[in-house]
């Protein structure tokens, strides 16, 4: 049983490897999984192979001997539930949508920082946070001249200047 656990465990490590987009050299990848990623994109397969090696292996080392069908039984289950767990997780973060784009509407109402004075009708700069990331963009002030350092609220944006007033 040992060979069989072992070759299970490599074949599963191999299958997720070979899975893997590995942009650096060697298959080159599509970008959707590597070359191999048709053949080998069950993660019900390669987990749940990598699981029951690795459950099997290591029951066969901690356990007493003569625990052959006991290992057996505990190290299916647990490869049905990995393969399963893995192709489940897969699947829902498949279905996700990565969204990281800032678009004018996203700025309105977003707290800022004056980086370059704001004087009556001319423009400076504001540093803002938005969605993890810290842009810069021109402002025109609403409330007279804004000082370096002053804090303000985005209320309108208009192309690339956004119009701020005072906190």
Same mark, same amino acid.
């Given at each position: 049983?040992?060979?069989?656990?072992? #070759?299970?465990?490599?074949?599963?490590?191999?299958?997720?490897?070979?899975?893997? @987009?590995?942009?650096?050299?060697?298959?080159?990848? @599509?970008?959707?999984?590597?070359?191999?990623?048709?053949?080998?994109?069950?993660?019900?397969?390669? #987990?749940?192979?990598?699981?029951?090696?690795?459950?099997?292996? &290591?029951? %066969?080392?901690?356990?007493?001997? @003569?625990?052959? &069908?006991?290992?057996?039984?505990?190290?299916?289950?647990?490869?049905?539930?990995?393969?399963?767990?893995?192709?489940?997780?897969?699947?829902?973060? *498949? $279905?996700?949508?990565?969204?990281?784009?800032?678009?004018?509407?996203? &700025?309105?109402?977003?707290?800022?920082?004056?980086?370059?004075?704001?004087?009556?009708?001319?423009?400076?700069?504001?540093?803002?946070?938005? $969605?993890?990331?810290?842009? $810069?963009?021109?402002? &025109?002030?609403?409330?007279?001249? %804004?000082?370096?350092?002053?804090?303000?609220?985005?209320?309108? *944006?208009?192309?690339?200047?956004?119009?701020?007033?005072?906190?």
């Amino acid at each position: 049983m040992v060979w069989t656990y072992s #070759f299970c465990l490599v074949a599963g490590v191999v299958l997720i490897a070979l899975s893997l @987009d590995n942009d650096a050299g060697g298959l080159d990848g @599509d970008g959707l999984g590597g070359n191999l990623s048709l053949l080998f994109s069950t993660p019900f397969w390669s #987990f749940g192979l990598c699981g029951f090696g690795l459950c099997g292996l &290591l029951m %066969l080392i901690l356990s007493p001997k @003569d625990s052959g &069908l006991p290992t057996l039984i505990v190290a299916s289950a647990m490869g049905l539930a990995m393969g399963w767990g893995a192709s489940h997780v897969l699947r829902l973060m *498949s $279905r996700r949508e990565a969204d990281t784009l800032i678009r004018n509407d996203d &700025l309105v109402g977003q707290q800022g920082q004056i980086t370059l004075t704001v004087a009556k009708n001319q423009r400076g700069f504001v540093e803002l946070k938005v $969605r993890g990331s810290l842009i $810069r963009r021109p402002a &025109l002030s609403n409330a007279g001249t %804004l000082e370096e350092g002053t804090m303000v609220v985005v209320v309108a *944006s208009d192309q690339h200047t956004l119009r701020v007033d005072r906190m």
